[in-house]
């Protein structure tokens, strides 16, 4: 099942500057540098961010879960991570996020279902690209969610400025009174929780 | 869904400052100038408040101090199923300093909030927003309201004009401005022994200027 990346409307897009018109680029060389890294499913050294090239980043959570069972507090049944990336400073270029997997695991008995969501912003701005799956039980296994932006809908950094972008991740479980499930961004195996792709372009 | 009453009352105050001032005598000569130098800056100064404790805020800035983004661990409002009563309202305020370029002209700050709302069956939660200059008296509330039952992810935007920043446009440095947020959240009477809560994960704001209306030189 794939997920679908939704552009949630600006709320002023007359004030916003016009999309920059350039054509695809490859990514200038260089890496991102983490800004920051915070949530409730991200305390203190259980990410790790792998910087590849300036058109991919993997993340990977070894403590971003979400579960609801007895005894287990409300607060537990999701979990979020938003990690901050800087490009480099390189003039006449912008880019954007345009495709992104997560995987995990989730045990999901009958009657309960479970979240996974990815959205990502430039500092400051209140256009999120968003992409969801929900998972239903009977589930066991380990889930992925695939997304791709459609070229029109890619957010752009604002051309002239190198603002962060902001990756933020979460998952929940689906809450009923009396219901067990929970699900990870960590599927157990040597693959990232998260890969994200960047796409460049000229300004 | 989202209100943005009291957005709209500020700006209309806004235009009434530009005209009173543009027509005030002798304080300053009026006329068409190039426009200002340089742009609105806003930066994070410091965060307070039981939403965001000591360590679990971090701030993130763009590198030409337009805009920030605070992102949260811990802040979070919840009530029912035995949650102490304390814990029903979370609020975090971010001390922002305004930088004012030289020049007569005005700006917009536009703040959006990120979170997550679990709100069972009657329960109610609520997302209050707040801005000030330090020192000054016009303030500005923004209210919105959640009704369970409801579980997924929300975002609001406040676009707040600077009027005020009009008024000193020759003192130097900093505008100290406050942006205020927080969450409350009501059990209700149909399931109050399940816990119902409130998130935010971040909170971004960015200040645009505008150069198209009146000004005058310092």
């Known amino acids: ?203 | 869904m989202l209100g943005r009453r009291w957005g709209t009352a500020f700006a209309a105050f806004g235009i009434l400052a530009v005209l009173f001032t543009t027509a005030e005598p002798g304080a300053a000569t009026v006329r068409s100038i190039d426009p200002p130098n340089g742009q609105f800056t806003i930066d994070v100064h410091s965060v307070h408040g039981n939403g965001c404790p000591p360590g679990t805020a971090k701030v993130v800035r763009a590198g030409d101090r337009t805009a920030f983004t605070v992102t949260y661990s811990n802040y979070t409002a919840q009530n029912g199923g035995g949650i102490a009563i304390s814990q029903r309202r979370a609020a975090c305020t971010i001390a922002v300093d305004v930088g004012v370029p030289h020049g007569f002209t005005f700006g917009i700050t536009r703040t959006t909030f990120r979170g997550f709302a679990d709100l069972a069956e009657g329960a109610t939660g609520r997302l209050d927003t707040q801005y000030w200059f330090v020192g000054m008296d016009v303030t500005g509330k923004i209210r919105r309201d959640f009704t369970g039952e409801l579980q997924d992810n929300w975002q609001a935007t406040d676009e707040v004009p600077l009027p005020e920043v009009m008024w000193m446009p020759c003192r130097p440095g900093g505008v100290p401005l406050n942006i205020e947020s927080s969450l409350t959240v009501n059990a209700g009477r149909i399931n109050p022994g399940t816990t119902s809560l409130m998130t935010m994960d971040a909170t971004d704001s960015e200040v645009t200027t505008i150069y198209n209306i009146a000004w005058r030189e310092c």
């Open chain 1, 1 to 203: 099942m794939r997920g679908r990346f939704l552009l949630l409307a600006p709320v002023l897009a007359g004030a916003l500057a016009a999309p920059p018109a350039a054509t695809a680029a490859e990514p200038p060389d260089g890496q991102f540098s983490v800004q920051s890294i915070n949530g409730s499913g991200c305390r203190a050294a259980t990410t790790q961010v792998r910087l590849r090239d300036l058109s991919r980043v993997d993340v990977s959570f070894t403590a971003l879960q979400a579960q609801q069972g007895r005894g287990v507090p409300a607060s537990s049944r999701r979990s979020a991570c938003t990690v901050s990336l800087r490009a480099p400073a390189v003039r006449g270029y912008t880019f954007g996020v345009d495709n992104v997997l997560l995987r995990g695991r989730a045990t999901l008995p009958a009657g309960t279902s479970a979240t996974a969501t990815a959205s990502s912003w430039f500092v400051g701005s209140p256009r999120t690209v968003h992409a969801e799956r929900e998972i239903p039980g009977v589930f066991d296994a380990i889930w992925d969610l695939r997304a791709v932006v459609r070229p029109g809908s890619v957010s752009w950094m604002p051309c002239g400025t190198n603002t962060p972008v902001n990756l933020r991740v979460d998952v929940r479980v689906d809450a009923r009174p009396g219901g067990v499930g929970r699900i990870s961004l960590d599927a157990g195996t040597n693959e990232p929780s998260a890969s994200y792709r960047f796409a460049w372009k000229r300004c």
